[in-house]
């Protein structure tokens, strides 16, 4: 089955980050960073619903801009989420304009904002174009199992990194696939309908084996017939269930062990990691003193997440002429060429 997203880095591995998550057939959108958004179209732009912020250094935050110019006029609620501090920056951004008209609006914009303070707490506030986006404080939120978003196709988890300032890294989960195999159905004596969405709400709620399923149906004659069934008996005559897609987006960690755990925790088994390669090891001192890893690093920390897929990004403009060699040390130490 297809995945339901695709992901892409929105500038070449120099310019700003920002990862830009569209969902398959469907006019909806994620956005991993804010940092320069005009390669996108307005289009993709207007289908963002949400946006996770890493932290509010320049390059990860300057697309903000972007992203509120455009929906200027549309009846929306974006939903942010950040660090600590966020919603005050947030707030600053926005009173960085005069907004008098503002109230006269029809469309209103709204935007919704989180902080997360830790894994289990966060407070949220909201701002209004027409209040002059003014700060509404919704208070405190409570925080489970450090996931952020959890609809039926995915759910967004995060981590706390150290970057000298806390900065999130996020993994982009989506929901098992959960597909019926008919003929067994059939073989089983049993309708396809309506109970085969029960059975996998069943499976996607994590329900155990014994769990029994109660099935109604008519059948021709129009008798009502009734049938029970183990959900572990259906889910392994009936259903093939296929582990969704996680995307994981790492940006700007200090190079330590605590972090390296973190990174490796959130990142486990990814499908693809979105990663910063900011220096090469051969200056893993500057790196370390401005709060980056090197490709070295993150090649290391791809493997020990036994990803599938790594794509190193956010080069400093430094290796402008070397963009190869850094590419390859992050392969070797992926690939386990090199120790790391
Ligand atoms: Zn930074």
Redesign the pocket.
């Known amino acids: 089955m297809n995945p339901h997203f695709q992901a892409r880095l929105v500038n070449e591995p120099f310019g700003d980050p920002a990862l830009y998550v569209a969902f398959t057939f469907r006019r909806r959108a994620l956005l991993f960073d804010l940092g320069d958004l005009r390669p996108l179209s307005p289009r993709e732009i207007l289908a963002v619903e949400a946006a996770f912020v890493?932290?509010t250094?320049l390059?990860?935050f300057c697309g903000f801009d972007t992203l509120l110019r455009l929906h200027i006029g549309r009846e929306k609620t974006l939903a942010l989420f950040g660090p600590a501090g966020f919603i005050g920056q947030v707030e600053a951004k926005l009173a960085a304009y005069t907004w008098n008209l503002a109230p006269s609006f029809e469309a209103d914009l709204v935007f919704t904002v989180t902080e997360i303070e830790s894994d289990e707490a966060g407070r949220a506030a909201e701002f209004r174009l027409r209040e002059r986006f003014a700060r509404r404080d919704l208070g405190p939120v409570v925080i489970k199992d450090r996931t952020l978003v959890a609809e039926p196709d995915f759910r967004v988890r995060f981590a706390i990194l150290d970057?000298g300032?806390p900065?999130l890294a996020f993994a982009l989960e989506e929901s098992r696939h959960v597909n019926v195999w008919r003929n067994e159905v059939e073989a089983l004596d049993l309708p396809v309908g309506p109970w085969l969405a029960d059975l996998k709400a069943a499976v996607h709620r994590d329900e155990p084996d014994d769990l029994p399923l109660r099935i109604h149906w008519r059948d021709e004659t129009g008798e009502h017939r009734e049938r029970e069934h183990l959900l572990g008996e259906l889910r392994r005559r009936c259903l093939s269930v296929v582990p969704g897609q996680r995307i994981v987006y790492v940006?700007?960690a200090l190079p330590h062990e605590a972090n390296f755990r973190a990174i490796v925790e959130l990142a486990k088994d990814a499908d693809f990691l979105f990663g910063e390669a900011t220096f090469l090891a051969e200056d893993a001192e500057v790196a370390a003193a401005r709060?980056?890893l090197t490709a070295c690093d993150i090649g290391t920390l791809a493997r020990r997440a036994g990803a599938s897929r790594l794509i190193p990004f956010h080069f400093s403009p430094r290796y402008s002429e070397r963009a190869e060699e850094v590419e390859a040390e992050a392969g070797r130490a992926f690939t386990g060429e090199t120790a790391g």
Request: charged share 15%; proline share 0%.
């Open positions: 890493s932290h250094h390059d990860h970057h300032v900065c940006t700007d709060g980056h």
